[in-house]
C-alpha cells in the first residue's frame, strides 16, 4: 500500500496515500484494532452536519472568512451526498471516552475535501474544529443523530405497527378466544380486545418518545472543553443550533447548562430507557404471536402466521413464526443495549462523561432495530396472520372457567365444584351445570355466552 506522510502535534507517521483523513485518524486505527466497527453512519452524519453548521455559524459571526466557511461548508455536503461516506470514517467503537478520534477523523477528512475547494490550506484544528471542543460536538452528535433518527424512522415505524394492529383488530372484533393467565385457561377476551391492548402498548412508547425529545433536541455544543465556552464566540451556540435546524429539519436549541450535558449522559440513558420498554412491548407481542401460532397440532392453533420461509432443514413441511422470534430477539439486544449505555452514563466523571462513544453506538443501534424491526412485525406478521375459528370454538366451549359467570348465581364454592367435575368428565360447562343447578338450558346459554362475557359487568 502507498503512503504518504502526514504529521500532527505527536510527530509524523504513514497514512495511506490516497485517505481522506491525517495522521490523528491513523493514529486511533492504530491504536484501536478492538472490534473493526466504526460508529454508525447517522451518527458521522450528525457530526458532519454538525461541522456545516458550524462553518455557517462562524462565518456569520465572522469567526473564518466567507470563503474558508464556504470551502468547509461545500467540504461536508460533498461527504454527506457521497456514497462510499463510511470509507473515510474507519475509527473503532472502542477508542477514547471522550469520541476526539472520530471528532479529528471528522475535521481531517473535511479539511483535506476544503483545501482542494480552496486551493488554500485549511485547518482541521484551527478552521474546522473553530469554536469547538470534541467534549461538546460528541455529545451534541449523539443527541442530534438519536433526535433525527427516533423523529424520522422510529416513531413513523411505531405508528405504522400501532396502526397496522388496530386496523387488524378491527378486522377480528367478531372472534371471541379463551383467555389466559399463568398460561392457564381463564375468562374469554375478543380478538380485537387483545390487538386494541397491544395497541394501547405501542402507543405509550409513541408517547413517551415525543415527550423526551424537547430535551434530546437541547445541545451541548458551545461548552466547549467543560462547559465554559471557552475559545467559542458567546453567540455561537445559538447561530449553530439555527443553522443545524434548517439543514436537518429538526429544531434544536443549546441546552439549559452545559455542564449537565458534557459532564453527562443522563438525556441518553433516559431514552434509552424509552427504547428498553419499546423492546419489552415488542417481546410481549411477539411471544404472544409465537404462542396463538403454535402447532399447528400441538399447540395452541388460534392463528396461522404467514408462511415465509421454510423451517427445518430435515422436516418437511414445518414452517416456524419467523418474525416474532427475529422481533424477540431484537427486543434481547436493546435490553442488553440498554445495559451498556446504563454503564456508560454512570461514567460522568468530573466535567466529562467519558464513554461516549459506546453510548452513541448502542442508543442508535437500539433505535435502528426497534425501527427495522417495528416494520416487519407490522407487515410480515400481524397483517397477513389467520384466525383459525374452529380451534378457537373447540376451546371456549370446553372451558371450565366459564363458570365464573355463574358466581354471583350459584356462589364460588358451587361453582368450582362444576367446573372440577366438566374438565374432569372433559364436557362442556354448559352440561355439567345444567345438571348442577336449578338453571334451565336457556339461562345458562345466555350466562355462559363467550362473546357476552368479553363484555364485563354482572
Same mark, same amino acid.
Not at 467503537?93 to 475547494?117: C, D, P, R
Not at 433526535?147 to 397496522?164: F, N, S
Not at 455544543?221 to 458567546?234: D, E, L, M, W, Y
Not at 417495528?374 to 383459525?388: E, F, M, S, Y
Given at each position: 500500500?502507498?503512503?504518504?506522510?502526514?504529521?500532527?502535534?505527536?510527530?509524523?507517521?504513514?497514512?495511506?496515500?490516497?485517505?481522506?483523513?491525517?495522521?490523528?485518524?491513523?493514529?486511533?486505527?492504530?491504536?484501536?484494532?478492538?472490534?473493526?466497527?466504526?460508529?454508525?453512519?447517522?451518527?458521522?452524519?450528525?457530526?458532519?452536519?454538525?461541522?456545516?453548521?458550524?462553518?455557517?455559524?462562524?462565518?456569520?459571526?465572522?469567526?473564518?472568512?466567507?470563503?474558508?466557511?464556504?470551502?468547509?461548508?461545500?467540504?461536508?455536503?460533498?461527504?454527506? %451526498?457521497?456514497? !462510499?461516506?463510511?470509507?473515510?470514517?474507519?475509527?473503532?467503537?472502542?477508542?477514547?471516552?471522550?469520541?476526539?478520534?472520530?471528532?479529528?477523523?471528522?475535521?481531517?477528512?473535511?479539511?483535506?475535501?476544503?483545501?482542494?475547494?480552496?486551493?488554500?490550506?485549511?485547518?482541521?484544528?484551527?478552521?474546522?474544529?473553530?469554536?469547538?471542543?470534541?467534549?461538546?460536538?460528541?455529545?451534541?452528535?449523539?443527541?442530534?443523530?438519536?433526535?433525527?433518527?427516533?423523529?424520522?424512522?422510529?416513531?413513523?415505524?411505531?405508528?405504522?405497527?400501532?396502526?397496522?394492529?388496530? %386496523?387488524?383488530?378491527?378486522?377480528?372484533?367478531?372472534?371471541?378466544?379463551?383467555?389466559?393467565?399463568?398460561?392457564?385457561?381463564?375468562?374469554?377476551?375478543?380478538?380485537?380486545?387483545?390487538?386494541?391492548?397491544?395497541?394501547?402498548?405501542?402507543?405509550?412508547?409513541?408517547?413517551?418518545?415525543?415527550?423526551?425529545?424537547?430535551?434530546?433536541?437541547?445541545?451541548?455544543?458551545?461548552?466547549?472543553?467543560?462547559?465554559?465556552?471557552?475559545?467559542?464566540?458567546?453567540?455561537?451556540?445559538?447561530?449553530?443550533?439555527?443553522?443545524?435546524?434548517?439543514?436537518?429539519?429538526?429544531?434544536?436549541?443549546?441546552?439549559?447548562?452545559?455542564?449537565?450535558?458534557?459532564?453527562?449522559?443522563?438525556?441518553?440513558?433516559?431514552?434509552?430507557?424509552?427504547?428498553?420498554?419499546?423492546?419489552?412491548?415488542?417481546?410481549?407481542?411477539?411471544?404472544?404471536?409465537?404462542?396463538?401460532?403454535?402447532?399447528?397440532?400441538?399447540?395452541?392453533?388460534?392463528?396461522?402466521?404467514?408462511?415465509?420461509?421454510?423451517?427445518?432443514?430435515?422436516?418437511?413441511?414445518?414452517?416456524?413464526? +419467523?418474525?416474532?422470534?427475529?422481533?424477540?430477539?431484537?427486543?434481547?439486544?436493546?435490553?442488553?443495549?440498554?445495559?451498556?449505555?446504563?454503564?456508560?452514563?454512570?461514567?460522568?466523571?468530573?466535567?466529562?462523561? +467519558?464513554?461516549?462513544?459506546?453510548?452513541?453506538?448502542?442508543?442508535?443501534?437500539?433505535?435502528?432495530?426497534?425501527?427495522?424491526?417495528?416494520?416487519?412485525?407490522? !407487515?410480515?406478521?400481524?397483517?397477513?396472520?389467520?384466525?383459525?375459528?374452529?380451534?378457537?370454538?373447540?376451546?371456549?366451549?370446553?372451558?371450565?372457567?366459564?363458570?365464573?359467570?355463574?358466581?354471583?348465581?350459584?356462589?364460588?364454592?358451587?361453582?368450582?365444584?362444576?367446573?372440577?367435575?366438566?374438565?374432569?368428565?372433559?364436557?362442556?360447562?354448559?352440561?355439567?351445570?345444567?345438571?348442577?343447578?336449578?338453571?334451565?338450558?336457556? %339461562?345458562?346459554?345466555?350466562?355462559?355466552?363467550?362473546?357476552?362475557?368479553?363484555?364485563?359487568?354482572?
Amino acid at each position: 500500500m502507498k503512503t504518504r506522510i502526514e504529521a500532527d502535534s505527536m510527530g509524523q507517521l504513514e497514512v495511506p496515500e490516497d485517505a481522506l483523513y491525517g495522521a490523528q485518524t491513523q493514529r486511533a486505527i492504530n491504536n484501536f484494532p478492538i472490534s473493526g466497527q466504526p460508529l454508525p453512519e447517522s451518527f458521522i452524519r450528525a457530526l458532519i452536519q454538525l461541522k456545516q453548521a458550524a462553518a455557517r455559524a462562524n462565518q456569520s459571526l465572522e469567526c473564518i472568512s466567507s470563503d474558508m466557511a464556504s470551502a468547509i461548508d461545500g467540504a461536508c455536503s460533498e461527504l454527506l %451526498e457521497s456514497s !462510499d461516506l463510511m470509507t473515510h470514517f474507519p475509527v473503532d467503537v472502542f477508542q477514547t471516552g471522550s469520541g476526539t478520534s472520530s471528532n479529528m477523523n471528522a475535521n481531517e477528512v473535511i479539511a483535506t475535501l476544503a483545501t482542494a475547494k480552496l486551493n488554500e490550506k485549511v485547518g482541521a484544528n484551527d478552521h474546522v474544529n473553530f469554536g469547538q471542543s470534541s467534549n461538546d460536538i460528541i455529545p451534541s452528535a449523539i443527541h442530534v443523530s438519536a433526535a433525527i433518527e427516533v423523529t424520522k424512522r422510529l416513531i413513523p415505524a411505531l405508528e405504522h405497527l400501532t396502526q397496522t394492529v388496530r %386496523e387488524k383488530g378491527l378486522s377480528l372484533q367478531g372472534y371471541t378466544k379463551t383467555g389466559r393467565t399463568h398460561l392457564m385457561d381463564a375468562m374469554p377476551v375478543r380478538l380485537d380486545q387483545t390487538f386494541n391492548g397491544w395497541a394501547a402498548q405501542l402507543q405509550d412508547n409513541i408517547d413517551n418518545l415525543k415527550a423526551i425529545l424537547p430535551k434530546v433536541t437541547k445541545l451541548a455544543q458551545g461548552g466547549t472543553a467543560v462547559g465554559t465556552g471557552i475559545n467559542a464566540h458567546p453567540e455561537f451556540s445559538g447561530k449553530i443550533c439555527q443553522e443545524l435546524s434548517a439543514l436537518t429539519n429538526v429544531t434544536f436549541a443549546p441546552g439549559d447548562d452545559f455542564f449537565a450535558l458534557i459532564g453527562s449522559q443522563d438525556t441518553a440513558v433516559a431514552l434509552s430507557g424509552i427504547l428498553k420498554a419499546t423492546a419489552v412491548t415488542y417481546m410481549k407481542i411477539a411471544n404472544d404471536l409465537r404462542w396463538m401460532n403454535s402447532g399447528p397440532l400441538a399447540g395452541l392453533g388460534e392463528i396461522t402466521l404467514e408462511a415465509l420461509q421454510p423451517g427445518s432443514s430435515i422436516m418437511p413441511g414445518k414452517v416456524n413464526p +419467523v418474525i416474532p422470534e427475529a422481533t424477540a430477539m431484537v427486543a434481547a439486544q436493546v435490553i442488553g443495549n440498554d445495559a451498556a449505555i446504563t454503564i456508560g452514563g454512570q461514567s460522568g466523571n468530573f466535567e466529562l462523561n +467519558v464513554m461516549l462513544p459506546v453510548i452513541a453506538s448502542n442508543l442508535l443501534n437500539s433505535i435502528q432495530l426497534l425501527s427495522n424491526s417495528g416494520h416487519l412485525l407490522a !407487515d410480515k406478521a400481524i397483517a397477513t396472520l389467520t384466525v383459525n375459528e374452529d380451534k378457537l370454538n373447540e376451546a371456549l366451549a370446553k372451558n371450565p372457567i366459564l363458570v365464573t359467570a355463574l358466581n354471583p348465581i350459584i356462589g364460588y364454592l358451587k361453582a368450582a365444584e362444576i367446573a372440577k367435575k366438566a374438565y374432569k368428565e372433559k364436557r362442556p360447562v354448559i352440561d355439567v351445570a345444567a345438571e348442577e343447578t336449578d338453571l334451565t338450558r336457556e %339461562e345458562l346459554e345466555t350466562l355462559l355466552d363467550p362473546a357476552k362475557l368479553t363484555k364485563g359487568g354482572l
